[in-house]
């Protein structure tokens, strides 16, 4: 057995991005903008609903005061690279080109001065721009990779069209997706899906 099959009718993604918070829609709304296909898998009926209870519903989606030290990581360097490549300062100006009106707090932190919706609305707004698709009440039932790349190191070479596949049910119907870069970003039942080395 050389691993899962591929069936002529998957559906083939440049990206899949498990889980529709708000981690997972920037993710999808970036890989969107450079030009990926992407679609974003959310088991719940509805996107974000964290964002929407965050902050006392205000949600506080930054800090001014965003540095590496401030963060505990076992490797240190990480939180320098990432950090640099996208600021606190990125994301405020994203929030003030859509609009949205936000208040400063104690410790330097930012929240929607009216609502949490309006930081959500500006990610779903971000990725129609990028045409990323959005499908929820999704239960993902497996991941696993495709033949041809069992290590999940990308020895399937650059163009592969896909690395991954994942089986999922909506609304009663089995479904299997394709996809060469595979993100998961759900806060539940990760443990449960098949081959995370793959990952």
């Not at 965003?66 to 505990?72: G, H, K, R, T, Y």
Request: with cysteine; proline share 4%.
């Amino acid at each position: 057995n050389n691993g899962p099959l591929m069936p002529a009718a998957a559906e083939t993604y440049d990206v899949v991005v498990i889980g529709g918070g708000a981690a997972g829609l920037m993710c999808a709304l970036t890989a969107g903008q450079r030009g990926k296909r992407v679609l974003v898998l959310e088991r719940a009926n509805r996107i974000g609903k964290k964002i929407l209870m965050s902050g006392g519903g205000r949600c506080n989606f930054t800090n001014r005061s965003v540095e590496p030290a401030n963060f505990i990581c076992n490797n240190p360097h990480f939180c320098k690279s990432a950090l640099s490549r996208y600021t606190q300062w990125d994301f405020i100006a994203l929030v003030e080109r859509h609009g949205i009106e936000y208040e400063e707090r104690k410790h330097a932190q930012l929240f929607c001065l009216h609502s949490a919706r309006d930081i959500l609305d500006m990610l779903v707004r971000e990725c129609d721009a990028a045409a990323v698709e959005i499908r929820t009440r999704c239960d993902v039932d497996s991941v696993s990779a495709t033949p041809g790349d069992r290590d999940g190191d990308g020895s399937a070479g650059p163009d592969t069209p896909s690395r991954y596949q994942v089986e999922l049910s909506q609304a009663g119907e089995h479904k299997l997706i394709a996809c060469r870069s595979l993100v998961i970003r759900s806060g539940e039942h990760t443990s449960e899906l098949q081959s995370p080395m793959y990952l």
